[in-house]
């Protein structure tokens, strides 16, 4: 027992007068298995040795599993490193390491500021031969707690045409766990980043196998392109190792592997829902502009099935290209324009395609010639939308996410996004993708303790709820798929000049409806 009116040594082996002072925990002897230990490490008073005091209690206790510790085992030692450099520890870190039988150490109180002194205190929870204690004792105060590391590999375009893309996605990643330090701790979190650069699954597949095979990843992250996630879907099975997905919002992707849980969206939540509610209020007649690629043919199956479900009549149906160029949208417009309808429903990749259907739209007078141009968000990208200008007054779409959503979490995220990347930067719906994916992934570490086995990662994510920028969303614990709020939003002008997206419906908890209707593939398990 250490009494505060005891003369102790400071750190550099020299005695000063009665510790009246300094804050000093008492250490306290719990038993184990009939051994106990304690441990007191302590710095001296910044004013006479640099830089804090800090005062650490260990408690020693039998885990129940290895030998028992050796009948010479101390009960008690006390240790003076040469020298302390103390920080404050917010949180509750925890670590192990090996001697031949598991160790387990763990932080059980974070430490608090109490006039010139840094407080700490800690438990250490063991199995370990006794030439060890030390050697962990020093580790300790040395590193402040080293955290278990989880590795989870970020697979996303880093180069190429889809940069900009995967550079919003891994954003949104890093800036959940800059957020939720709190939340993360005592786990460390390590993200190794592979360039998913071209929509062929070539490039895919190979980062997924180095990944799982070279870099031995717990968990696997990202998939901004739909194909990549087709292509790679079977080595992610092979690998059994929890799989979110960040983006790629084909429909049937969750079908391919077991170890796929998507955080991001489908095609069929936005496309479904609002075919309903444009036959309901928009206009009864429909062309379908659409991205010849698996995305694009998800929209033009989700649109239409509930647009003519609910009364309204597509009359024509307008495939425009892939993703990877942006092509001249000015034949295919004119031909939408030529059918004369109410409604021109157009799904392009977000980016530089969605900026030239606007200026084309613009172009032909569609909108004077009594054409509303709709679809989902991905036309109204919140990091393209100010480029647009005023031809974008007026557009209807449909999403899960924008900037201008008004919510607390939002609000927060809104904010911490233009502090952390610049105050013009905004984030969009594939931020929020890697924002909610990397939340999930925390989770799913939480709840496993940092032992990531990938069939109970899945286990513990079925039926997760969290609060997100985009709103309330869940894992559907069937499909492993997201269900969230779709938002009808209107482009407007503000006040400030600026362009933003008004709220002018919604629909609450959407599931995918291609599961949820068992279309195929989505029918398909």
Not at 71 to 89: E, G, H, I, M, N
Not at 218 to 245: M, Q, T
Not at 406 to 419: I, M, R, Y
Request: a positive charge.
């Amino acid at each position: 027992m250490i009494d505060r009116d005891t003369a102790i040594p400071d750190a550099r082996g020299l005695t000063t007068g009665p510790a009246t002072d300094r804050e000093v925990y008492i250490p306290r002897s719990l038993r184990a298995a009939g051994r106990g230990l304690s441990l007191a490490l302590w710095g001296q008073h910044r004013e006479t040795c640099a830089p804090a005091s800090l005062s650490i209690k260990f408690r020693a206790e039998a885990l129940g599993v290895g030998p028992l510790p050796s009948p010479d085992f101390p009960k008690s030692r006390s240790v003076l490193p040469k020298s302390v450099t103390p920080v404050p520890w917010y949180g509750y870190p925890s670590f192990g390491f090996k001697w031949g039988r598991q160790v387990m150490l763990t932080m059980w109180r974070g430490s608090e500021l109490a006039g010139p002194w840094v407080k700490a205190a800690m438990d250490v929870e063991y199995w370990m031969p006794k030439r060890a204690i030390l050697g962990a004792a020093f580790a300790l105060v040395a590193s402040t707690a080293q955290a278990q590391e989880v590795k989870v590999g970020l697979l996303l375009p880093y180069t190429g045409i889809g940069a900009e893309f995967g550079q919003a996605i891994d954003r949104g990643a890093e800036l959940y766990l800059k957020l939720n330090a709190d939340t993360v701790r005592p786990y460390k979190v390590t993200l190794i980043k592979r360039d998913d650069k071209d929509a062929s699954g070539v490039t895919s597949r190979t980062v997924v196998q180095e990944l799982l095979t070279r870099d031995d990843v717990d968990v696997l992250a990202g998939w901004h392109y739909s194909p990549n996630a087709i292509a790679s879907a079977s080595i992610v099975s092979a690998g059994r190792k929890l799989a979110v997905i960040m983006n790629a919002g084909t429909a049937h992707i969750t079908n391919l592997s077991p170890y796929f849980v998507r955080t991001s969206f489908g095609m069929w939540h936005a496309g479904y829902a609002l075919g309903e509610i444009a036959a309901k209020q928009l206009g009864k007649t429909a062309v379908i502009g659409y991205s010849d690629y698996p995305p694009g043919k998800d929209m033009l199956a989700s649109f239409k099935r509930s647009f003519e479900a609910n009364g309204g009549k597509v009359v024509d149906e307008i495939p425009m290209g892939g993703p990877a160029a942006v092509p001249d949208f000015t034949p295919f417009f004119q031909r939408a324009k030529d059918k004369k309808p109410d409604l021109f429903f157009v799904f392009v990749p977000g980016g530089d395609h969605a900026s030239a259907v606007v200026r084309t739209y613009s172009a032909l007078g569609m909108r004077a010639a009594g054409i509303k141009l709709i679809g989902p968000g991905d036309l109204t990208q919140d990091t393209k939308l100010q480029a647009m200008g005023d031809a974008a007054v007026g557009l209807i779409t449909m999403h899960h996410y924008n900037a201008d959503l008004d919510n607390p979490q939002n609000k927060q995220f809104v904010a911490a996004w233009a502090k952390q990347y610049g105050a013009n930067s905004v984030p969009d719906f594939m931020a929020v993708g890697g924002y909610d994916g990397m939340a999930a992934i925390v989770q799913a570490v939480q709840a496993l303790k940092g032992k990531m086995d990938g069939q109970k990662a899945l286990e513990a994510l079925k039926g997760w709820t969290f609060d997100s920028p985009r709103g309330p969303i869940l894992i559907d614990p069937e499909t492993r798929d997201i269900v969230m709020n779709e938002y009808l939003s209107e482009v407007v002008k503000g006040p400030d000049g600026k362009l933003h997206l008004k709220q002018i419906g919604k629909i609450d908890n959407v599931k995918d409806a291609c599961k949820a209707l068992k279309i195929p593939p989505c029918a398909r398990n």
